[in-house]
């Protein structure tokens, strides 16, 4: 079952794993090991921290989200998704700031899995992902600007329209031959797949740059220039410095660091599983996830999420199980090992060049442009996300982008809530195909009928008392047919209770009619049902009409004709 609380490494050994599989996820492992290793070192530059954190997230955290994992062929680490909301935390709050919100957010995550949480992520809409992940696309594009044009600012940008502003003034600082080697390794990422796929093209780019760099002795920066060496082994792990003061301030930063990493974590599983034919555990890799950001930190780490990328890699180069993942953490440690102080070598201009492609994929700029021809609403929510996130903040626009999606889910929901007056319909001789097991029946000339479509919730309720507002005298009788309400709220049982007592005022006797047993049992659960009375609630329109027929108090012959 795909709600079981089981890691999948554990249900693959079970199975029985032999060699052949153990051998397919120890070369894919190797191979996803090196893309990754560019990508850990670009994310965390790109992020505001040390490259070696990237790293030290991509072995930590890639190791336990394999080894935890609800999908079996996942691979986990620092992701571009989590560039600008890492960096403003980073600028607000430093490191420390930056661990105790990734932390909350790895708590939150195993909660959300515990709760069984994991199904609730695709209530998520599409257009305001969508939104969010073009808005983080353009943003990792635009910071990129600078070390691939080599450029020298002289101060710190506030914002992407600053940073555009700067960019210009700064255009004399252009440093030619960073161009050049940004645009040599741009050509290679772009056009070495087509040469093989076997040689990861982010590692060609790498060392023929980084080659061509020092060779030729050219003036461009280095990760040594910029950030110094990068150690070559694993930092011991160290509680990270906790102020408690600083918890408020970091609540809504954790809620986005947790929700990004469940939405992009189970979006690479969804991928995964048409790759594969198989199902993930939703609930089970939340709870992965969730333990793998608590634990990244511990060790210096960033935020970390399964990579969409880096899983397909693994399918396509033949993973089978999360031991490829588990491979994938090993490789990239052991690179770290033996060649991480040649990592300060690295041509600034190149990783820029990297994310620039990675920026390119993560757009989606085809789903963005077709998203124009959706419903006016969801042009609406897509833009606004897109907005805030370009110009304001990533959190903000998150949480905007989930209240105006359920504002307009709501108003779309009271727009399909129909109320009808079927008894006015009928005398004017409405051709209503619903209406027709009305048909050979009689409404006495006392009763008024009200039928109601769809959901009736608080949305939907100043509809139905307006349409009730039409009646010009007050019946005897008010008949109120519920056999299209699927659900009802608080909000819509307070308004029965405000027409049950403005009948009683009316001397008009209310009568239900149509009950769906889960919204009899609401009611049951209330005053409601009570103060109507069980005589007055029928589980078909013909017992309450006839019930109707033998209270009016004018004769039979005095009723409307047959419908």
């Known amino acids: 079952m795909t709600s079981r609380l089981v890691p999948e490494l554990w249900c693959c050994l079970k199975e029985g794993y032999n060699r052949k599989r153990l051998v397919e996820d120890l070369l894919s492992g190797m191979i996803v090991g090196i893309v990754a290793l560019p990508l850990a070192i670009a994310f965390a530059i790109a992020s505001g921290v040390k490259p070696e954190q990237g790293l030290y997230t991509a072995v930590i955290a890639g190791f336990l989200i394999s080894l935890l994992s609800g999908s079996r062929v996942q691979i986990g680490g620092p992701t571009g998704a989590f560039i600008v909301v890492v960096f403003s935390i980073v600028q607000q709050h430093g490191y420390a700031g930056l661990a105790m919100a990734t932390i909350m957010a790895g708590a939150l995550l195993v909660v959300m899995g515990l709760c069984r949480m994991g199904g609730a992520i ?26 691939l044009l080599g450029l020298t600012l002289t101060r710190s940008a506030e914002g992407i329209v600053d ?104 979006l690479s599983a969804v991928v995964a599983d048409g790759m594969t034919g198989r199902r993930h555990k939703s609930n089970m890799e939340l709870v992965a996830q969730g333990v793998a950001n608590m634990v990244s930190p511990l060790f210096g780490g960033i935020p970390a999420t399964g990579a969409i990328a880096r899983t397909a890699t693994n399918v396509k180069n033949g993973g089978t199980s999360p031991v490829s993942g588990i491979v994938h953490a090993l490789t990239l440690l052991l690179i770290m090992m033996l060649f991480g102080r040649w990592a300060r070598l690295i041509p600034m201009t190149t990783l820029a060049a990297i994310l620039l492609i990675v920026a390119y994929h993560m757009s989606e700029w085809r789903h963005f442009i077709k998203l124009f021809r959706s ?88 509809q139905f008392k307006d349409t009730l507002s039409i009646i010009e005298k007050p019946p005897q009788i008010l008949i109120l047919r519920m056999r299209h309400i699927f659900t009802i709220d608080a909000t819509a049982i307070r308004v029965l209770e405000d027409v049950l007592d403005k009948t009683r005022r009316d001397n008009t006797q209310l009568m239900l009619s149509g009950v769906r047993p889960h919204l009899l049992k609401k009611l049951k659960k209330t005053h409601l049902y009570e103060e109507i009375g069980e005589d007055n609630i029928f589980p078909e329109i013909d017992s309450a009409l006839n019930v109707a027929r033998e209270l009016c108090r004018k004769p039979e012959g005095n009723e409307c004709p047959d419908v």
Request: proline content about 7%.
């Open 122 to 147: 695709k209530f998520i809409p599409y257009p305001m992902t969508i939104g969010f992940t073009s808005g983080i696309a353009l943003i990792i594009a635009i910071t990129q600007v600078k070390d």
């Open 163 to 266: 940073r555009i502003v700067l960019y210009a003034d700064a255009v004399g600082t252009l440093n030619v031959q960073a161009v050049l080697v940004g645009a040599l390794a741009m050509f290679i990422l772009l056009f070495w797949p087509k040469v093989t796929k076997k040689v990861p093209g982010s590692i060609v780019a790498l060392v023929v740059t980084t080659a061509l760099v020092h060779g030729l002795n050219w003036p461009v920066a280095t990760i040594g220039s910029a950030f110094g060496d990068v150690p070559s082994t694993l930092p011991l792990p160290r509680v990270p410095d906790i102020d408690l003061s600083m918890i408020p301030q970091l609540v809504s930063p954790a809620l986005t660091i947790a929700l990004l990493a469940a939405i992009e974590s189970l």
């Open 375 to 462: 419903p006016r609403n969801d042009i609406v929510v897509m833009l606004t996300t897109f907005g805030l996130t370009v110009f304001v903040d990533l959190t903000v626009a998150i949480e905007t982008g989930v209240v105006l999606s359920a504002l307009l889910f709501m108003q779309r929901m009271a727009n399909a809530t129909e109320v009808r007056h079927i008894s006015r319909e009928i005398n004017e001789d409405f051709d209503q195909e619903d209406d027709r097991p009305l048909c050979g029946r009689q409404i006495p000339s006392c009763v008024e009928v009200f039928e109601i479509h769809g959901p009736f919730f608080f949305g939907a309720t100043n």
